[in-house]
């Protein structure tokens, strides 16, 4: 389906933090657009197999901000923000990438914990079968593996956020963009068998229909694009995110590309389209894979940054 491009705001400054990943190391050297955090007595980031952000935008003069995904570590999350030094009284909005533990497991911490000071309805965006019970056939097992499901009662239950499932593309804060559902145009990202979702009585494959990724576009610089997971296959994102903006020149993309475990035939394929897409920055996080992640560095070196929990991203104009 071809879609009328947007009219997207252009931001002034955006700043991407890392809150929680996979890795951490306080020994990264910073570079032009990144700043990693450096530990201290007291002050220890916390690293876990789980993705966090928080967002802020500035347009015009006017700051807002956006916390995007939540980690898998009930306390993980949490703990990185008071180290970080976020204020969570002034978020904006929240949104979810998808319905997969890693992702949400930190999430009703954090309403528990910051529940008073977050504005209440504050909206949280999130995909169709975000609430889904999920399995997985990890690559020792023959049966499926039960990992859960996020349950909507026990987000309700604080009676601080405005849950709205997306069906298209929205701005959700000033000059930040969800991207609804994302259309599926290469010929390579199928998915994953081994990952499954339960529709009545049946386990089906999930093909993650309603996988959110947010992108930005930074003024004179062009589009940043953020993912989770990238279920639904991250050359369909940035191929999906350039025809709804109408922009085509791509500043920098982070996020899990989820390569895990990819052969290696499939990782050439990868970085030879994402070269195409000629990005000044490219960030691969969490679900990218050690083996996909050397190869970026090395096929991409002038472009790559090795992410490590807490560090945060400033693109400006």
């Known amino acids: 389906m071809t879609r009328q491009p947007i009219t ?24 032009k657009v990144s700043t990693v955090f450096r530990s201290r007595p007291g002050s220890v980031i916390h690293a876990e197999h789980g993705l966090s952000y928080h967002i802020e935008t500035e347009v015009n003069g006017v700051s807002s901000t956006l916390f995007f995904d939540y980690g898998m570590d009930l306390m993980g999350m949490t703990h990185n923000i008071e180290v970080l030094g976020i204020d969570v009284g002034r978020v904006n909005a929240m949104a979810l990438s998808h319905g997969h533990f890693d ?95 339960k529709r009545g009585d049946r386990l089906e494959q999930d093909l993650f229909e309603g996988e959110l990724a947010l992108f ?23 191929k999906y995110v350039v025809q709804i903006s109408g922009i085509s020149k791509i500043h920098a993309i982070i996020g899990g590309f989820h390569l895990v475990n990819a052969q290696t035939n499939l990782i050439d394929r990868y970085i030879e389209d994402i ?12 679900c990218t894979g050690f083996e996909a992640i ?10 790559f940054i090795l992410n490590t929990a807490g560090t945060s991203y400033t693109f400006t104009s």
């Open 103 to 197: 992702h949400w497991g930190g999430l009703t911490e954090f309403l528990r914990r910051y529940g008073d000071r977050i504005p209440k309805g504050t909206p949280l965006y999130i995909g169709q079968e975000t609430f889904a019970r999920r399995f997985s056939i990890r690559p020792s097992d023959n049966e499926p593996m039960d990992i859960g499901k996020l349950e909507r009662a026990e987000i309700d239950k604080f009676g601080v956020v405005d849950i709205r499932e997306l069906t298209e593309p929205k701005e959700i804060i000033p000059g930040g963009y969800a991207t609804g559902p994302v259309e599926k145009v290469t010929d390579y990202e199928k998915g994953n068998p081994n990952l499954l979702v």
């Open 8 to 31: 997207a705001t252009e931001v002034d400054r955006l700043v991407v933090t890392v809150i929680t990943d996979n890795y951490y190391d306080a020994l990264r050297p910073d570079t």
């Open 216 to 238: 930005f576009v930074v003024k004179n610089r062009g589009l940043v694009i953020l993912s989770g997971c990238a279920h639904i296959g991250i050359i369909n994102i940035v």
């Open 294 to 303: 050397v190869r970026f560095a090395r096929e991409m070196p002038e472009q």
């Open 275 to 286: 070269k195409g897409f000629s990005p000044d920055y490219i960030v691969p996080t969490h």
